[in-house]
Structures are given as structure tokens and as C-alpha cells.
């Protein structure tokens, strides 16, 4: 069964044809770096902009490279959240019209459930597992007991793991997004040079990024002529270790011993390498995405959307997006 899956929840537009979940027929990302780039951050009223001239365009490539028409999809899959309204917007009401004129059932997918379904589309980790979203909008740990089935662990209290490489990065003055570019230049600085604060929250399995922003932040005003690529490395290392840390209590609390990593930043190359010398030591089987199932696409919207369209979990014309939408368990 073909989905056509939708995400527009951001500043990518995306669009995906997936078989039964798990195989990528075509996989369309038209990415905006080139317009917020100067702007050191995503502009939300440029990016909806944006998805409604890439949305036609990017369905049709999607559609094209599949060699499909209408008639042979099976559901259409879109994100309604979370992620920002404007952005979402474009991408529900665009499901919505084509579901409504080609009669095609629509399922609604969480951004977040995406992100964790990104790995079916290139292995089948048995559940349970723990899975860890590290994105520019989210860090989260969930516990996942089968498709559908989601406990949060564990979940920032601030800024997101992404949100503060970007912000470091435009502080060290640096491009957008800052992920990719601080995962480049810290292989040529040295992780030890200085230490920044790893927040580490009594009781509980939540994460704190704003304290590294703020402390790199102030060592750069006070040390103006320190070497960028040792700031980016010893950033690096303070965020790879403390989520690396928690995943690894949060495996031995919930006693399950293996881990699915989701999201832009798990495409970050210090923190693949040192999460997998980590596993082998603790017996932990990992999975990790290629990289470009890391960053946001459909493809994971439309494997997520399969589960849904099994389930008889369909999405009705009144679907509005959701800025703010807690992953929780499927109700069917
Ligand atoms: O999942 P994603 O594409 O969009 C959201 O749902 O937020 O994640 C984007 C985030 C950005 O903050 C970007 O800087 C970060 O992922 N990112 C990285 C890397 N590639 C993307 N962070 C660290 N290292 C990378 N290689
Ligand atoms: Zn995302």
C-alpha cells in the first residue's frame, strides 16, 4: 500500500511516497537554508511563504520520481504537529483539499512520532525500546512498547539540544543551520580546551541546554581571542555527553537495552561515534538513521502514517494543526 506522506513542519518542505511503511519509493526535501540563512534563524512568516509556492511543486517531484498518479495512493499522511502554525498550516489544508477532490483517506501524524519512525524505513528494532528525539525544536526520551505505544522519559526544560547548537553557532558567527557547520568545525578543535556546564536535573530524566548557551555565551565576551574550533568542540562534547548520560540511566531504569536515535542532531558525527562506543560497552543495541532520515522529511511521516491507516485511525476535514502537540499514545 502506497502513502503519500505530507511535512511542512518547519522550514522544510517535504514530500514522500513509502510502501507498507518501511520502503521508500521517492523521498522529495526542499529545504529553505538559503532563505533564513541571513537572518541567523528560521523567519516563521518567510517560511510559510515559502510552503505554499514549494508545496504543488514538491508533491508532484514526490509523485513523478514514483511514477504514480492519485489513484494509486492509499492514504495521505500529513503532519499537524507539532511545530510552527503558519508552516503547518500549508501542509494540512494542502492533505486536506487533495484527500477531499481524489478521495483518498487522510491519517494526521505527529512530528515527533515521525522522527521515531524514520528507522523503519531501514530496520525493525523489536519493541520495547527508548527512543531519543534530539531536534531543533525537541529533546525527548520516550519509552516505545510497540507502534503507536509512547511514554515520555524525559524532555527538555528549555531549549532544545538543535536550538542551542544554532544559537552558538550564530554567537561564534557561524551560518545556518548551525548543526552541520559546528559538527564540521569542531573535528578541528580540541573537546578539552574548556569545560562547559553539563545540567544535570535531581529526580528526574530531563535535559537543560539554556545553562551551555549562556555559558558559552560568557566565554566568549570574557575571552575574545580563544579559537572558535575550541569553543565548537568543547560545546560539542558538553551536549553529546549529557544526552549520551541520559540515555544511558534511562536504559538501565527501564531495564530495556535497546535505543533508536531520531532527529537533526542525530545526524551530529561525535555524537553517532561516541553513542556507539557507549552501546558496545553497556550491551546496548542501537540503531541510528542514515543521515538524511535524521533531519526532517516525509518519508517518516509516511511510515508513521501507515500504522495509523491500519489501526482505522483516520484524520476528519475538521483537522486543524496543533503548534504545541504532545506525543501520546494512539487511541485507535
Ligand atoms: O529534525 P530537524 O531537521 O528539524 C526539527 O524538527 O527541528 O532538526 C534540525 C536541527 C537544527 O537545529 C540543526 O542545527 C540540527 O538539527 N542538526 C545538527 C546536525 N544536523 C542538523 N546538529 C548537530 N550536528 C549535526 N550534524
Ligand atoms: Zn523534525
Redesign the pocket.
Given at each position: 500500500m502506497l502513502i503519500l506522506g505530507i511535512d511542512t513542519?518547519?522550514d522544510?518542505t517535504g514530500a514522500a511516497i513509502v510502501e507498507d511503511g518501511t520502503k521508500i519509493i521517492s523521498n522529495v526535501v526542499s529545504s529553505q537554508d538559503e532563505i533564513h540563512e541571513k537572518y541567523g534563524g528560521i523567519v516563521p512568516e518567510l517560511a510559510s511563504r515559502r510552503h505554499i509556492e514549494l508545496i504543488w511543486p514538491v508533491v508532484t517531484e514526490a509523485m513523478t520520481r514514483a511514477h504514480i498518479t492519485f489513484n494509486d495512493i492509499g492514504a495521505i499522511a500529513v503532519t499537524h504537529g507539532p511545530g510552527l502554525i503558519g508552516s503547518l498550516l500549508i501542509g494540512v489544508c494542502f492533505a486536506k483539499s487533495i484527500s477531499f477532490v481524489n478521495q483518498i483517506p487522510l491519517v494526521a501524524v505527529n512530528?515527533l512520532e515521525g522522527?521515531i519512525h524514520a528507522i523503519f524505513l531501514e530496520a525493525s528494532p523489536d519493541f520495547p525500546f527508548i527512543a531519543l528525539v534530539v531536534?531543533?525544536?525537541?529533546t525527548s526520551i520516550y519509552r516505545v512498547d510497540d507502534f503507536g505505544v509512547y511514554r515520555e522519559i524525559g524532555r527538555t526544560r528549555d531549549d532544545?539540544a538543535?536550538?542551542a547548537?544554532?544559537k552558538v553557532a550564530k554567537l561564534l558567527g557561524f551560518g545556518f543551520?548551525?548543526?552541520?557547520i559546528?559538527?564540521a568545525i569542531a573535528l578541528k578543535g580540541d573537546p578539552l580546551a574548556m569545560t562547559f556546564p553539563k545540567a544535570n536535573i535531581a529526580g528526574s530524566f530531563d535535559f537543560s541546554f539554556s545553562g551551555i548557551k549562556t555559558s558559552v555565551m560568557n566565554y566568549v565576551k570574557k575571552n575574545p581571542g580563544s579559537k572558535k574550533e575550541d569553543i565548537a568542540a568543547s560545546f560539542q562534547s558538553s551536549v553529546t555527553e549529557v544526552l549520551i548520560e541520559r540515555i544511558s540511566e534511562v536504559v538501565k531504569a527501564e531495564g530495556v537495552k535497546r535505543v533508536v536515535l531520531s532527529?537533526?542532531?542525530s545526524?551530529?558525527?561525535a555524537l553517532r561515534e561516541k553513542i556507539g562506543h557507549r552501546a558496545i560497552k553497556e550491551g546496548i543495541e542501537l540503531f541510528l538513521p542514515s543521515l538524511y532520515l535524521?533531519?526532517?522529511n516525509a518519508a517518516m511521516i509516511a511510515s508513521a502514517g501507515y500504522h495509523h491507516f491500519k489501526q482505522g485511525n483516520f484524520a476528519k476535514y475538521d483537522l486543524n494543526p496543533k503548534a504545541y502537540l504532545p506525543l501520546v499514545s494512539a487511541t485507535g
Open positions: 513542519s518547519c522544510d512530528h522522527h531536534s531543533g525544536g525537541h532544545a538543535g536550538e547548537y544554532d543551520p548551525g548543526g552541520p559546528i559538527d532527529g537533526g542532531v545526524a551530529n558525527s535524521c533531519t526532517d
